[in-house]
């Protein structure tokens, strides 16, 4: 009898040891993978958007081909239409927004609110495309934004 219980007090002690180097491994293997695994994701995270050139400006010249159809007709031009120095399509790693630069000064905000309204036409066609429309004045002043079709333009 007591060499039964010797024998399974030795096999209870040699299973606890290898309970215990297994749990070793594991806990060492974790260690060395997840700092891995870690670095893997990093590098390999979501892709930033891929700021494209040459479509910005191909859709730029779309706007304006736009608003020379919809508002600059000759003889029938709104009176806001030749003050357009150009049209631009700046992006970021976050936004990409329609900017038009214009020979405003920063007093002409009703002007500004009249263009950003028409430019907005363009964007409610394209809602998916931009994040925003700034009307910029001389010396590239903000004077009128939009930053949501929800939003008015101010």
Request: hydrophobic fraction near 40%; charge should be positive; proline fraction near 2%.
């Amino acid at each position: 009898m007591v060499l039964k219980k010797r024998a399974a007090n030795k096999q209870n002690r040699a299973d606890k040891k290898t309970e215990r180097e297994n749990l070793n491994k594991l806990v060492i293997t974790n260690l060395i993978i997840w700092p891995l695994l870690l670095s893997i994701a990093v590098i390999n995270s979501p892709d930033k958007p891929v700021i494209d050139t040459n479509k910005n400006q191909q859709q730029a010249k779309e706007i304006q081909a736009y608003m020379k159809r919809n508002f600059g007709a000759k003889g029938h031009a709104a009176s806001w239409f030749i003050e357009i120095d150009d049209i631009e399509i700046s992006q970021t790693d976050e936004s990409r927004y329609i900017a038009v630069s214009t020979l405003l000064d920063k007093n002409e905000n009703s002007t500004a609110n009249n263009m950003c309204n028409a430019f907005s036409n363009y964007w409610m066609e394209h809602q998916s495309e931009f994040s925003g429309l700034r009307i910029m004045g001389i010396n590239q002043q903000i004077i009128s934004y939009r930053y949501s079709l929800n939003a008015m333009c101010s």
